[in-house]
């Protein structure tokens, strides 16, 4: 099924980019033959008429050729000649410091393109491409030189730089445990664009996860980024995990943001571990990504989507396994300042000739997966969510939201779910993130 979902999408922007191209094509050509008629031979009037037609056209190289007149019925007949007109400059214009080889990097897409459609289709590829860009590029154009032409591109980088934590202290047995989570979230802070984020969070009981997660867009200046993430996880003290990853990233307007990559990892299982069935692992495999980020903004969205599409496909030892996590999100309108949500979330592991070994089930449960239940409460070797909210977005940066989230180990399973729900908001100042949700939850298990 996600194999389909991801063809069905490929397939979707490959029509779109091609249909674009067959329409601009045909309408040059057409342009190209098409005569003005203009019910007049006064030079006054004829020229009043061209300027009205200019001011028309998205085209910034139209020029309009006398083909033909007649003095019997009054007429002259002009001829359409679109050229093409290549912007002499690029000028790069936005408040955010970016180093020069990422600027250049940014309008490498417009420098051989003619002004005009060209450049608005290229200013879209350009807000997929980047995390950073919530909105289209718009352009204007000035002359120097008297012949030269210089293009202007207006963007605004939406760098996000924050810390969060929350934190309790427990005594069990006259000793102290501290624990909570902290995440740490920089970007741009060398003026390349980058993003660092570093993860820590310990439950009530023993278990424990850190990961550190750094994306760096162009390596020496080239289209190619990087993607590095360490992973570490410890489980109830039944097994400790670590994974190291790394991907080379791209874009391309028909397959999105994609990387490629390899991943690494270790299970070492603890004496008491193995009574409870968790075995050890040793795992490496081929990893392959697909994302898409239209969102209007990344902290408060409510129009745009979101979907991401990894596959791991490897061995662990002799063993051959796939692992897939998908996550698709679609902002709509419903009405006025109200918009809904609709994500759907599915995550899976399998082996080709084996049960998968428990150590290796993905775990379930909490804020960021499952509203209403504990952190990592239930393990699986595959799950889906389906969540739908309803969005009230307020005049201040705030969001008042209800939501209601559907958890289940099987796909399309009506009998055996688990389900949370409640409401929340969320408020963005220029320094501080605050988010707070109240959720409830609740479960429908008729068998297994």
Partial sequence: MIQDIKTSLQRKERFVHIFRYVISLLTFLIAQNKDIKISSLDSVEIKYHLDSLLKNQKSYSLEFHLNSYNDKKNSSYYKIIDKGKIADSLIFVSSSELH??????????????????????AGENIKSKYYFFNNIPHFQ???????????????????????SGAFGISRINKQLDIFGELDLDIENFTKNAEQLKIFWQKNKSISQKMLFKYFYPHILGSNMGILVQIEFDSYNAFFTKSERKILINSFSPIFNNYRVGYTKGKIKSTNSGNEYGYDDAEYSAISISSYLDSRNNRLLPVSGKFYNLTIDGGLDKKNIFIKTNFEHQLFLNVFGNTYGKIKTVFQGISYLKNNVPKSRYLR???????????????????????????INKQIRPMQIKTFIDFGSNKLLNTKNYLYGYGFGFKQVNDKTVLSIDYSLSSYKWQDG
């Fill in 100 to 121: 020069d080889r990422v600027v250049n990097q940014i309008l490498q897409p417009f420098k051989k393109l003619f002004i005009g459609n060209q450049f608005s289709l």
């Fill in 141 to 163: 154009y000035r002359l120097y030189n008297d012949q030269n032409l210089a293009a202007l591109i207006f963007l605004e980088p939406d760098f996000q730089s924050f810390i």
């Fill in 364 to 390: 379930v449960g909490g804020s960021s997966s499952l509203r209403g239940f504990d952190e990592n409460s239930f393990s699986f070797p595959q799950f889906n969510i389906f969540t739908f909210e309803l």
